[in-house]
């Protein structure tokens, strides 16, 4: 039996396929997926007192304040589902983070079991990124090198055109990459000073990084497979 909550912290940069990944992992292990974007919409969404602190900075486009993103994931974690523990998506990203985090888990009797990082190289990342399509009539996503579609530029679905979004443009996911890679190597080495973190080799197939994500994730939390 585990004699307390389960914390599991789930890294990786945009294209490494973490919250497909995070929402199995945590259906697998029967704890709730806990992603920090979807706290903050369902806080703005009911108007809570957390929500309305947080909805002029969502509005402004900047990021929310570290005291207010902690109060809503400790909210989250004191709710009857997360009993058990759960599995924390997107959050923390910056070292005061962190700590500021641990503090808290400490008041609640709480302590992280495991920080698995997916780790994918850039040029993997950029390439995966950089190819998607959309088609600009129904809205089907395509990958020009994962998942083409028949004809070139074409949707195969309507036959419409296929476009790329400005967010998904090479310089976009550069600069996207940049960010993150520069927020989270401290918080990386903050959580192997501690003994937490465990890389994942995020270019394998989905199926082998999601069974050497489960396997050293069970080993950390040593919890019977």
Request: hydrophobic letters at 40%; one cysteine or more.
């Amino acid at each position: 039996m585990v004699s307390q909550p389960i914390l599991v912290i789930l890294m990786g940069p945009p294209g490494a396929g973490k919250g497909t990944q995070a929402k199995r992992l945590a259906a697998e292990l029967g704890l709730p997926h806990v992603a920090s974007g979807d706290i903050f919409r369902e806080h703005v969404k009911r108007g809570t007192e957390l929500g309305r602190k947080a909805q002029p900075y969502m509005d402004r486009g900047e990021l929310v304040p570290d005291d207010i993103t902690i109060a809503m994931i400790i909210e989250r974690l004191s709710r009857p589902d997360c009993e058990r523990g759960a599995l924390l998506d997107g959050f923390p990203r910056t070292v005061p983070q962190a700590q500021a985090l641990d503090e808290r888990l400490a008041e609640i009797n709480w302590c992280i079991s495991a920080v698995p990082y997916i780790r994918v190289s850039e040029p993997v990342l950029l390439r995966r990124l950089s190819g998607r399509r959309i088609c600009r009539n129904c809205g089907a996503v395509y990958h020009i090198e994962f998942r083409p579609p028949a004809r070139p530029g074409v949707c195969d679905v309507c036959g419409g055109p296929l476009y790329q979004r400005p967010d998904d443009s090479l310089e976009t996911a550069r600069r996207r990459l940049q960010v993150y890679f520069e927020q989270t190597a401290p918080v990386l080495a903050y959580y192997e000073n501690q003994g937490l973190l465990v890389e994942i080799d995020g270019e394998q197939g989905i199926e082998e990084v999601y069974a050497t994500l489960r396997d050293s994730v069970i080993s950390m939390m040593q919890v019977p497979a």
